[in-house]
Nanobody
Framework: QVQLVESGGGSVQAGGSLRLSCAAS????????MGWFRQAPGKERELVVA????????RYADSVKGRFTISINNAKNTVYLQMNSLKPEDTAVYYC????????????????????WGQGTQVTVSS
């Protein structure tokens, strides 16, 4: 069982930055694809970024490319999402997620492909 705990959400004005953290209960990243999803009110959960377990492949949603960056600190068992140049449309609950990978290059593009989820952290961007 893998437990994920997000933190770092909050309220910020447009153009500002936030860094989300996702602490894992164990050294998750070997053989696990990791990702961040978000869900705005009345909308489906959508992919923000996903990476395969080795980090050799990373996929960002078009809406966040060039503004968001995923990174991992293996020593701290923590995944980060650095969010810059935030926009009001980035307002959502952000979720950290993980899934055991059968291959080194796999990562999921849809929420149903991931097994473990954090509780979510709210990000609110005002104009």
């Amino acid at each position: 069982q893998v437990q994920l705990v997000e933190s770092g959400g909050g309220s910020v004005q447009a153009g500002g930055s936030l860094r989300l953290s996702c602490a894992a209960s164990r050294q998750t990243f070997s053989n696990y694809a990791m990702g961040w999803f978000r869900q705005a009110p009345g909308k489906e959960r959508e992919l923000v970024v996903a990476r395969n377990w080795s980090g050799s492949t990373t996929r960002y949603a078009d809406s966040v490319k060039g503004r968001f960056t995923i990174s991992i600190n293996n020593a701290k068992n923590t995944v980060y999402l650095q969010m810059n140049s935030l926009k009001p449309e980035d307002t959502a609950v952000y979720y950290c997620t993980a899934a055991l990978s059968a291959t080194t290059y796999w990562y999921g593009r849809s929420a149903y492909e991931y097994t473990y989820w954090g509780q979510g952290t709210q990000v609110t961007v005002s104009s």
